[in-house]
């Protein structure tokens, strides 16, 4: 069984939500992300690709974000610029494709169990 999820999220929200609060980053991205997002010329793209990914996650579990923190939940990209998803440390097995524009984020995750 295959559970899908996507959301498409604005990069000026992002950006905007970082800018102002520190709280904010801290709590929506691991520190792994945070380095990663840094080292882009494009950061805020990074990051709101990054946050939809995590949306597009919770929408496929199903569950809302209740039950999980935000930065609990990993983007990881390989050396070869290959995205994988880490929930709580741990590897989930699925496919996830992130996109973005100067104004637009996109991500789609499919989860195989």
Known sequence: MFKIGIDIVDVKRIEKAIIKSEHFLKNVFSQKEIEYCEKKI????SYAARFAAKEAYIKAIGTGITD???????IINSELGKPFLYVNGELIDGDISLSHTESLAIANIILKK
């Open 42 to 45: 494009n950061k805020y793209e």
């Open 68 to 74: 999980i923190s935000l930065n609990n939940i990993e």
